[in-house]
């Protein structure tokens, strides 16, 4: 990282919130962190970036192979906090009801009764989403967006704390149902994971062997988990109260506006980009930038705030040309490119 931008403190805000130190939403947030990172061994970016998303109020899209502990990641979170949790396997033959719950007839009294679906918990696991057709798909996406489900005419609210991990499989494409662009930009970050390093499979097979043994260092619930919905919401509205300069903001403007105005910046980004990220990019870099500066005990906003989370905000909301693909070009090194033309503000 450049020496100038981590010398750029000034530019952000500082003395309105307090000091970290005097504050108690720290400890639960940090306890939350140790213990999901303690469980989910070599998957550290993964783990940083569920709690963004979930201090942010936003769901996540993963995409990795088999095996990598997605599931097992928002099990722990579940566990670290209060809510219900629920894994939702895609299928070619579900239906959307299957996901929101129906209407049963009621014989003995000719009513209907509304029984709810898997939806109605605090975080969900949408497990291989693109296995399923555009109408569970979308089904999902709408619970996502409006935060209720509307069955036979009536209107159902979820749950205030709604956390939605869904994940995609990389290596197989045969029977999937590949997610429109519009319907992946309702997806705050996507996170891309790959396998562990060699000294973190070691201790992942020592963790398992443990925990079925009930043996060893299996990890416990500190003391003060799980956190409550309440600490959470709190946490959630100092996210929001925290400031963001105006450098700053221009600096996350610029940097979605350089997506879908290339030419103004490079030949071969005009070359490689086809359709830029919307202005829910930019949403999305105002709620986890805030939330990442918050998670690190800061109260201010940096441009390498942006800039670590440029790619899982960007990277499914950019769309390449055939010559970006035909050039071996990927959409990560396309937002690296960004990332170095950009001024910082």
């Not at 009621?106 to 696991?125: A, E, M």
């Not at 869904?166 to 045969?174: D, F, K, R």
């Not at 997610?179 to 097979?205: T, V």
């Amino acid at each position: 990282m450049d020496s100038e931008l981590e010398e750029r403190p000034s530019i952000g805000y500082t003395g309105k919130m307090a000091e970290p130190d005097n504050n108690p939403l720290i400890a639960p947030a940090k306890a939350l962190s140790d213990f999901m990172n303690a469980r989910i061994l070599g998957q550290p970016r993964l783990v940083s970036r569920m709690l963004i998303a979930l201090l942010a109020d936003g769901h996540i899209l993963v995409e990795g192979p088999p095996g990598l502990a997605k599931t097992r990641a928002v099990k722990s979170l579940a566990s670290g906090i209060e809510g219900e949790f629920q894994r939702i396997q895609f299928t070619p033959d579900l239906l959307p009801a299957d996901l929101t719950g129906t209407d049963v007839y009621r014989p003995h009294d000719g009513s209907f009764n509304f029984q709810p679906g898997p939806l109605f918990h605090h975080l969900i696991v949408a497990d291989e989403i693109n296995r399923a057709p555009a109408k569970v798909q979308s089904a999902l996406l709408e619970s996502m967006e409006e935060r209720q489900i509307t069955v036979g005419g009536n209107t159902y609210p979820l749950p205030e704390l709604f956390f939605v991990m869904a994940t995609q499989n990389p290596i197989e494409h045969e029977g999937t149902y590949p997610l429109p662009e519009a319907q992946l930009d309702r997806f705050l970050l996507k996170i891309n994971i790959g396998y562990p390093q060699l000294d973190s499979e070691i201790r992942i097979m020592r963790q398992v062997r443990n925990e079925a043994q009930h043996i060893g260092d299996s990890v416990d619930l500190p003391d003060s988990l799980p956190i409550s919905q309440q600490t959470l919401f709190d946490i959630r509205q100092q996210i929001l109260d925290m400031y963001i300069s105006e450098p700053v903001e221009l600096y996350i403007t610029q940097l979605v506006q350089a997506s879908r105005d290339p030419r103004a910046y490079s030949s071969d980004l005009e070359k490689w980009i086809q359709y830029g990220a919307s202005p829910r990019a930019t949403l999305a870099f105002d709620r986890c930038t805030r939330a990442l500066a918050w998670l690190e005990g800061r109260d201010y906003v940096s441009p390498e705030d942006v800039q670590q989370l440029a790619h899982e905000i960007m990277r499914h909301r950019v769309l390449l040309t055939y010559q970006a693909e035909a050039d071996g070009i990927s959409v990560d090194q396309v937002i690296d490119e960004l990332i170095t033309r950009v001024p910082v503000a």
